[in-house]
């Protein structure tokens, strides 16, 4: 394909030379265009001057500068600088410097604060100025009536909320600095309470209280909740890791203006199933009392679906039913109800009362019930059916779900210049591409370039009859799940010598042909690699279709937006290059990516994915080949074992958390967090950089790694070597403290607001070490803290406080 710069060229070109009379042209093409040659030099210059004018007109406009221009129009508004972030952060300076004259009109206010978290640091922040938290000031004249002195502890929220920016209980003073030593309430602090955790949203369909399936194609479906070996009837769970929980969380609803102060119903938070509860007891009781509900400020169920929408289908119907969130019991699912099997009854009774209090009527009414389900953990249990009514045969929840960065298998944003947009046939490629769509009739001959099909085991299995030679796209157009066919212990992927296979959770855009427009008849449409996720419900067994010619190279694989619960195996020389990309990759207390042969050459590439444990050691045999992880999380993931062995294998590792030991035969790390010790066999070789290596380990040459730093100066404010106590205590205080460990929790691989410096700073251009560097979350805070001096009042002293808690944590605030 002609770039983009190139057919403005002949474009430039062709009306240049239309002005020429018709004679003159056809002498010119007589003569072999001699002319024509000249015109497309000039009309190069003049795409050239059209295309610095547009820039030049651009950057005039904050909204449409390219980001070299926008350090301008920050000087031109005297916009207070700040620290560049890395490369794929996501976040630009744009916005601050648009808004900065209305953050000064509006300086010393908590509107102004909140709305500058999300401009600078891109987090979600509530202002909490601490004087209306006071109860009574420290000489006890200034006594507030309306700030009693003991907790509201009616209807229960009061411990969830505590320490947070919802904290409503009455303080007396606490003197201490907040950015300084940690103080609080004191009549000059003001805390800036933040949220760190991105939200990825599966988005609820428009439409009416009946869905057809095909509109479902971006709501995830939910599987049998097991009670061990054992499904009962209406038992679901959203993770799609067998039996385990799924954290769910309230979208970002935050106001666009930056107008408006924000409110609990607008965080991007956990949700907590007692405001859930009381929000859907009141929509029941208004309903049959036939009057408006009453939702406090902001209710946290809306018309959009948020911040969850359940959908439902039963036995023998093709139409979801859309579950209204009065339908919905809030519970706690924590473990299985007893007894075993028990589903809560179809109908909830409301009594209330009309009349003067000497004449009273008592109404009893019952409402519909659909479901219980609990936010926390994801679970679900369908009320019983009536007799002789159907039961409900697939549930799918749209749903928002929380993490640290946009990384592992969801509806992120996928798109990237080196996978494949535009799939468009030339010189040396075919494609073979499957629309794998359960909702779709399957159409065309199975040798097909382009075919629909219901199952990806059929798209698999016509790829190992027809796809040496080509380029396969499988494209996964749902949010779904598959196993294995025809009961099959594993799903096989048949990879051929020579070809390149991707297998995607994405949209299928086919190509329109409008009138009057030339069609290339080698395009076959777009992919694109959002929206969607796609479960894989087995392990994935890759192996070579044939032994490659001479000459000839294995094929590649690429693994994008999936999500597989019983790991991948990898066959002898199966693969050149396979790349994991967006994935999640688990096989919990076992090995979730591993070799059935010694390794000979090939390349496994992870990217921005979720893994668990890695092995590539086969029987202990001298291996080839190379391992690539970046932006990335490795866990054990409950397996009594290291979360990677790869003692003969190269190993290049970027802005990785490894929660568990490992083995490499060499090794290239830059900000690494090597949670537990690492062996590397050869030394002479790689280095390690920014990077935090745990005790035990043995590494090549290290640069600026800790606690190596930590320990240096130490002994140099000691003046003489340390002992080894004093080795471990100056070691013990940069040690990485992480939210979570476990892959089931939204927090997984977060350092705990309570971490150094050292590593929340100590990373390649002061980013954080580990999986979330590029997200430079110790950078933004600084940023936002850096401001503080120009947009807080004289007097006043404002800190930084980070609200985002464990699951532990969270747990213990849920209940009831």
Known sequence: MSSPTSARIDGATERLYALLP???????????WTLRALFQVLAAGDVEIDREIDTLLDSMFVETAPEQALADLAALVASEPLRALPPGSGFSPRAFIANTVRYRRGKGTARVLEALSTDVAGIAAVVVEYLQRLSRLQNLIDVRSERPGTALLVPGGTAARTATGWDRLPRLVDVRSIARAAGRHHVTNIGVHVLRPVVRIHAAPSGGPTLAAEALAGVPPARPWPDGATTHA???QLSDQPGRPLRLFNPDRRSQTGLDRVVETDLADRLRRLPLHLETEELRHASLEGRPAVLGDAPWFDSTGLPFTVFLRRVGEVTFERVDPAEILIANLEALPAPAGARPTATRAHSWYTGSAGGAVEHVEDHPIACGFDPVTGRMIVAAPAAGDPDVAEVRVAHSRGI????????????????????????????????????????GAAGANVRPVQTLDTALAEW????????????LVRCGREGPAGGAPNVAVAVHPGSDLHIVSGQWRPKVVKPGVPDNLGRHGYLVRRDRRFT????????ASGPPAAGERPGVLVLDGLELTGGLSIGARAVSSLLIRHSTVRAPGSTAVATTAVMAGGEITIDRSIVGRLNLDFGGGAATGSLSITDSVVSADDAAAPAISASSI????????????????????????FNASAIVTRRQS????????????????RFRCQPDLAIADAQARNGAPLSAAERSTAALGTTPLFLDTSLDEPTVGMLHPLTRDAIRLGGEGDTE????????DGLRLANLTSLFDDYVPFSLEAGVIDDTRSSAVALRRNRP
């Open 464 to 475: 190992a009859a027809s796809g040496a030679g080509k380029r396969g796209l499988i494209v």
């Open 22 to 32: 018709a004679h003159i042209r056809t002498v010119d093409a007589e003569n072999g």
């Open 234 to 236: 209406g038992y679901f």
């Open 769 to 776: 070490m580990g999986a979330f560097s590029a997200v430079a």
């Open 404 to 443: 640290g960065r946009e990384i592992g298998a969801g509806p992120q944003e996928r798109n990237a210049d080196d996978v494949p947009f535009d799939i468009t046939d030339r010189a040396g490629l075919t494609h073979f591409i499957r629309i794998v769509d359960p909702t779709k009739p399957e159409s």
């Open 536 to 543: 894989i419900d087995a392990p994935l067994r890759i192996a």
């Open 686 to 701: 790689g280095c390690v950089r920014f990077s935090w290596i745990a005790a035990g380990s043995t590494m090549p040459r």
């Open 650 to 673: 190269d190993a290049r590792l970027r802005n990785v958390t490894i929660l568990g030991s490992g083995t490499f035969k060499s090794l290239e790390a830059t900000n690494v967090i």
